[in-house]
């Protein structure tokens, strides 16, 4: 893919991705990115999570590598199944929009768990599809819910376990104890207008509804459509 492409392709999950960043401590360690690509992410890890070691990334794309390297990553050609590292050399880990791409998601996960030390964390993102009830007056009303609830932004990122469940899964059977899981839906359009919202639950909104409210939720979802939509799916684990 070009290099190009594929950053625009993943820029929409940019904002979650800085948001989840922020809840999590800088890490004590070089940060590792396994599928680094061309490095397109370096600026955000750095200015998010106020790396002061080594940013660390992995790829298979050579041609890639030169230009993360150029942006000021250490650059290693490498397999993410068996990681050219030492065991526990890294403080943290980040593996986004790779995941999905890998043959063995557990031995990927496994070796993410090696070299990270103890006490040190893991952000995975990728992405799938699912069917759920969508519209635009749903999308707009939750819109609206979420801008009221702005104090809670936080909470509302990593609280929509269930389509990320499986995914949630693999990292714990990894020996990733404390895991969050959230899933976001990745709106379609132009390129301009592509954006991310947090996939809220049925129970999760009704949860913070007055019963006015959701009168108007429960007609909103019963005459909204269910499309087949595309999903982030984003979760840490320590």
């Known amino acids: 893919m070009n290099i190009d492409n594929s950053a625009a392709l993943h820029a929409p999950m940019a904002p979650v991705l800085a948001a989840i960043l922020a809840d999590l401590p800088s890490p004590e360690g070089p940060l590792l990115d396994v599928g680094c690509g061309a490095g397109y992410k370096t600026a955000l890890l750095r200015s998010t999570l106020n790396v002061a070691e080594s940013l660390v990334g992995i790829d298979c794309d050579r041609e890639a590598l030169s230009a993360a390297a150029r942006g000021g990553m250490w650059a290693i050609a490498g397999d ?25 998601q557990r031995a990927a996960l496994r070796e993410l768990r090696r070299v990270v030390r103890p006490g040190g964390w893991l952000v995975v993102v990728t992405a799938t599809t699912a069917w759920t009830f969508w519209s635009v007056r749903l999308r707009d009303w939750i ?25 949630a899964t693999l990292i714990r059977d990894a020996g990733w104890r404390e895991v969050r899981a959230g899933a976001f839906v990745i709106e379609t359009g132009d390129e301009m207008s592509q954006r991310v919202l947090p996939l809220i639950s049925q129970n999760s909104a009704r949860q913070q509804l007055t019963p006015a409210r959701l009168r108007e939720y429960d007609a909103l979802v019963a005459d909204a459509d269910v499309e087949l939509l595309p999903l982030m799916l984003a979760a840490t684990g320590r």
């Open 80 to 104: 993410a199944h068996m990681l050219p590292l030492r065991t526990a050399c890294c403080g943290a880990a980040v593996c986004l929009a790779t995941l999905g791409m890998l043959h063995d």
């Open 143 to 167: 819109q609206a819910l979420l801008a009221e609830r702005e104090r809670r932004r936080v909470d509302l990122l990593l609280t929509t376990p269930e389509p990320a469940a499986d995914l």
